[in-house]
């Protein structure tokens, strides 16, 4: 048969376990609008920001290879 003591113990660490679970659950809440938060800003940064990227990686290749300005033998 269980004691008085194992019982209540059982208990208080139930409910300590509970309270400890609702409150993770809720700074982790905290910690994701935070992260969405800081995406969300660095979003509009960079949206806002000039884009000086190659439209596409062709495009990139092409222009890092275009010899048009390379002359052979001429003078």
């Known amino acids: ?12 660490f139930g409910l300590g376990y509970l309270a400890g679970t609702r409150a993770g659950r809720e700074r982790y809440d905290q910690i994701q609008q935070a992260g969405r ?6 979003r509009q940064k960079l949206d806002a920001a000039p884009d000086k990227r190659p439209a ?4 990139a290749a092409r222009r890092a290879w275009d010899d048009s300005d390379i002359t052979l033998g001429r003078s």
């Not at 596409?56 to 495009?59: A, H, M, S, W, Y």
């Open 1 to 12: 048969m269980l004691g008085t003591k194992t019982i209540g113990r059982s208990l208080v």
């Open 37 to 42: 938060s800081l995406a969300g800003q660095l």
């Open 56 to 59: 596409t990686v062709l495009g």
